[in-house]
Structures are given as C-alpha cells and as structure tokens.
C-alpha cells in the first residue's frame, strides 16, 4: 500500500484544517467580533477568493497572473449591474430625463439600456455571467498567449496591462460602466435590502460557505492527476509536452478556473460592500491580490486564506494609525516574504509547527522523518570525450 | 525518380524514414539534407563530434524543433506536420540528455503522469489510479530498479536513477520508437553497467535511436551506427565498418 494511495480527495489533515477555518469563521469570529468589524472580514474573505485562485495558477501551475484583479472586477461588475438595474426601476427613477436606466447613463445621456446591460435584468443570467463572464474572458487571454508558448515573466506583464486597460475602459466608458465612480447606490438583491446588519450579516456566512465550497473545489483539482500534471508542468514542462499533454490546454484550464474564482469573490464583495469600483480591477490591487497569496503561502490552499485575512488586517488597523506608511509595510512585507520565508505562513506552520504535531496536522512529519535514501548524485559530465577512432 | 526511391523505400516498412531533412537557423544548416531509415526493432546509435546536429535530428523527430524542409515518416505518418503531444501519442518516446522528471512529485506520481491516460482536462480530472495503473507502474519501477523507492520524492534520487525514472516514464507509455539522448552520461560505472542491462531488456519489440558518446557502451548495444558530421551523415554501418572508415577517423583525430 502507498502512502500515496488514497481514494478520497481530502487527506485527514485537510478535513482537520478545513473544519479549523471553517470554526474560526462561522463561530468564533461572529462571536467576539461586533457587527462592522465582522464585516470587514466578510470583506476581506471576498479577497481570498482571488488567493485561491492564485494558489491553484502561481502557486501549483507557475502561471503568475499580476491581472487578478480584472476578473474579481468583472465578477463584481456583473453583480453591481443587476443590483444597479433592480434600484433604478422607472418609480425610483422618475426624476431622470428617461427613467427606469441607471442614473450615471441618464447623466451621460443616454437613452436607452445598452444591450450588454440587458442580460442583467435577470438574477439567472447574472449569476451564470459571474462565473461564466471572467472565464470567457480567461480563456480568450489564456488561449492566445499559453498555445503561442508565452509564460513566464512575458504572461504576468501582459496581464499587468490587462488590469491596466481595464481599468481605463471603464473610466473611459463611464455612460455604460458609471465611469471612476464606479456602480453606486445598490440597495436590494430580489428585493431583499442588503444594506442593513441582518443583511450583512447572512451575507458573511454565505460568503463563507462560497469560500468553504471554494476551497473544496481547489482541493479536488490540486488532488486529482490534474494537480500533479500542473505541478508537473511548472517543474518541466517539456517533460509533460513529450509525455503526450498538450500542455497549453492544462494552463488555460488552470487560467480560467482562477478567473472564475476570483469573479465569486468579486460579486460577494459588491453584495457585502454595496458598490463596485474600478479602483478594485487595476494594477495595485491585482498585485495587493498577489502578495495576500505570498504571505500566506502560495502552495498552501488553507495558507492563502489565512495570508488574505493577517494581510488585510494589518492593512486596516495600521492605515487607520499610520495612513501615509501603509504601503512601505506592505512592500517590506512582500520582500520579507521572498526573502525570508519563500512559502510563507503556511511554509513557516509545515516547517516549524506541524513536525511538533505530529502527522493529523501537517502531514510532513512522517516525510521529514525518512531523509533521501541515496546520496547526492555525482556532478552530470555531460560531454564525454568522444573515443570513436581511438 | 525521387519519388521511386520515397515509394521503394516504404514498401520496406521502416518504423522511421527521415528523408531530406533540413534545418536551418539563420543560415546555419544544423541538420543538412539528412536521409536515414530505422527498421522494425532496431537499435540504431547516432554518434558523431559536438555540434554534428545529433540532438537536433531528436528535436526534428520528437517535433520540438520544426524542419525547413524534408520528411520525417513515422509508420507512414508525416511527423514534420503534427505537433509534439501528437507525435509522442503516435508512439514516440523521448529522453532528453539531462534527466528530465518532476522533483516536487513522487517516483510513483512520475510514472503515473507518464501513463497513457487520461491525458485531456477532463481526462485528468476524472483520472482514477485503478488497478491497472497501480500494477503497471510496479512493473516498470522493478524495471528500473525503483521498486522500492515508488514513495520517495524524486529529487531525491541520484543521478543515475534519475535517468532511468526517465527512461521509465518513456516505458510505461510504450513507444515504438524510443529516443535516448546520452543515456548514462554523468553515471558510474556499476550504473552504467545496470543501464545497459536495462536497455537490453527494454528494446524489445521497439525500435530504438540512441546518441551516445562511450564507445565501449555503443558497442554493446548498438545494431547500426550512424556518424553525423556538421548536420550530415559521414559514414553508416556496423560499428565494426564505421570505425574502419577513414573519414570518420579523419573526422575524430582532426578534431
């Protein structure tokens, strides 16, 4: 029997640290904390979905996408622009020159409701777009650059300037997005009124059980032979290619799902916080994204959520003191990361904690006990001296 | 009269019919007008100076590198025009010269991804290590000689057994025609010794196309030899022929 044998997806020390999480959000953080900061977690939470996201592509596929941002972005747009479409019935709007569109079309003049906002009168179709949206768009930006074998440092550069363009489109296209400002002023969900704390407060849990539901999901993909062909593939991808995968398939897949993952967190965070803004689409928050899932370890799918909570934490207790210093935390942050501990918290917990332990809780005790049987190997002398003649 | 030779030839059934093959990069033809068939269950070693073009007519064959012109016949099927996940499911097995495995996965992951299935997402996704995988990869690690080590992360084997995890992912997806780019380069000589018992044993019923620079090992493996000098053929033979011809000496010595 192999210790690499197993029938299920979850290992127990999985289940163990899933039920740890799912304990720490659904009762001891509702329980001790008051209403406002319990939702600047929920707020927070909605960012760990982009770090799962970022675990399964940088992390296990060595896709670093610096672009998250765009899809959390689209997934959150998708839910403001029915949100924005249920508060701007022909009642509530009848002040504006043609009532029943969103206001910031009415100051723009225009007349009409576009046809790209037309699908989002319906609550299916919106939650279909959400998920569905980001990884159309996923998948156009993976297939061109994956099957023309960019990668690399050349792939997180592009989709830099993808968060970037987005940005400027939808600042440019303010008529259709609502421009800098963002879709504000969104008030019921199927006539459910969101703004209030019973609201806010069911919608943490819902975000809670997305995430747990997440986090399964990334734990099915990361222990199925997908996983290990991604792992594979970031180690040496040639060796998958010459193995018979094509191996531009596996990183679109791997593209997309991120994309999708971080377009729920997306529409949660517009539900929980009200509005959408392209200040969460563009370049500094997609890399903020990025180091959540540094800090906390991009091979840890558990070690990402806790980096999105330390880091998103810290950021609000210290910029409420120290504004203008918040962003030199945040960079020296990130360097300590790279330099001190590459896996981070959750490398920290496997190294130093979980051996202590024991196995139920870390899983690399029994791995670390057995060191390398054989010994280092002899330096490769890769050109013998060819000897045909002699 | 070309075209006779190309028809003539195929009746002849070769597994592997490389005709007229060119490659050059910016100029420089690294491979030049080459033509060389390999038979049915033949172990056929290209030696040859550095810079002859050995490892690049491997690039040609395994599609990693495309031909400016000529014709790469696999099985009568034109290999210069598919790509390389085609080309190794058409049953091209390729080692490259540097062991090539995942170090983050274990020698059973290894074996297993190498494994002729479930190679599509979905594929993948749904993969289930049945009985059948199981038992197959316990075949090919008592091959070589990994049995015991199925459990142990890979980079933490030496280098010798590193190249025969190598050669074993190529195994396990049963090629019929096999590509060793320096098989026991870097190794000892007991692991030199148990390689090329390993190849003896797995070139059965596959064609093999093997570069290597140890004569004493070409020797003991090699059916036909091929010499490749500046991405042409200098000489083709027995090893005993090859190294009787006096270009091929002129070559060596000149150098």
Partial sequence: ?390 | MHTAVITDTMNKDFVLAVEGLTVSFDGFKAVNDLSFYVDENEIRVIIGPNGAGKTTVLDLICGRTKATTGSIRFKDRELTKMKEHEIVRAGVGRKFQNPSIYEDLTVFENLEISYPKGRSVPGALTFRRDRAVKERVQEIAETIFLADQLDQRAEYLSHGQKQWLEIGMLLIQDPELLMLDEPVAGMSVSERKKTAELLNTIIKNRSVIVIEHDMKFVEDIAHKVTVLHQGKILSEGSMAKVQADPKVIEVYLGH
């Fill in chain 1, 1 to 390: 029997m192999l210790k690499s044998d197993r029938t299920f997806f979850l290992r127990p020390q999985d289940m163990i640290g899933i039920a740890v999480l799912a304990f720490l959000l659904i009762v001891i953080l509702p329980l001790t904390l008051d209403n406002f900061r319990l939702q600047f977690v929920g707020k927070y939470l909605t960012y760990a979905f982009v770090a799962l996201g970022l675990v399964l592509c940088w992390g296990y596929a060595g896709i670093l996408s610096l672009g998250q941002g765009v899809f959390f972005g689209l997934g959150g747009y998708c839910m403001a622009m029915f949100l924005k479409l249920e508060s701007s019935s022909v009642e509530a709007t009848k002040i504006q020159t043609t009532p029943g569109i969103p206001d910031f079309m009415d100051w723009n003049q225009i007349t009409e409701l576009p046809y790209m906002w037309q699908p989002f009168n319906s609550l299916t179709l919106t939650l279909i777009a959400v998920i569905l949206v980001p990884a159309l768009f996923a998948f156009i930006v993976g297939f061109a650059m994956f099957k023309r074998r960019v990668g690399g440092v050349y792939f997180a550069i592009i989709t830099q300037a993808l968060a970037a363009i987005m940005t400027i489109l939808i600042i440019g296209q303010q008529g259709y997005t609502g421009g800098i400002n963002g879709i504000t002023d969104l008030r019921t969900l199927n006539g459910w009124d969101i703004r209030t704390d019973s609201a806010k407060t069911i919608l943490y849990f819902v975000c809670v059980a997305l995430l747990i539901a997440c986090i399964l999901i990334a734990y099915f993909v990361k222990s199925s032979k997908l996983g290990r062909i991604l792992v594979a593939m970031r180690d040496k991808e040639d060796r998958v290619r010459f193995s018979g995968y094509d191996v531009a398939n596996f990183k679109v897949f791997v593209f997309c799902l991120a994309a999708s993952l971080s377009a729920i967190g997306g529409a949660m965070f517009t539900l929980q916080v009200g509005f959408m803004s392209p200040s969460f689409v563009g370049i500094v928050p997609s890399i903020e994204m990025v180091i959540y899932a540094a800090v906390g370890g991009r091979l840890s799918i558990l070690g990402a959520i806790y980096g999105t909570l330390l880091v998103n934490w810290a950021k609000t207790s210290f910029s409420e003191s120290f504004p203008e210093l918040w962003l030199f935390g945040l960079g020296g942050l990130f360097i300590a990361v790279v330099l001190i501990f590459p896996n981070g918290i959750a490398g920290l917990w496997q190294t130093y904690i979980a051996p202590r332990l024991g196995p139920l809780f870390g899983g690399t005790a029994a791995r670390r006990a057995s060191p390398p049987a054989t010994p280092p190997a002899p330096p490769p002398s890769g050109s013998a001296a060819p000897a045909a003649a002699e």
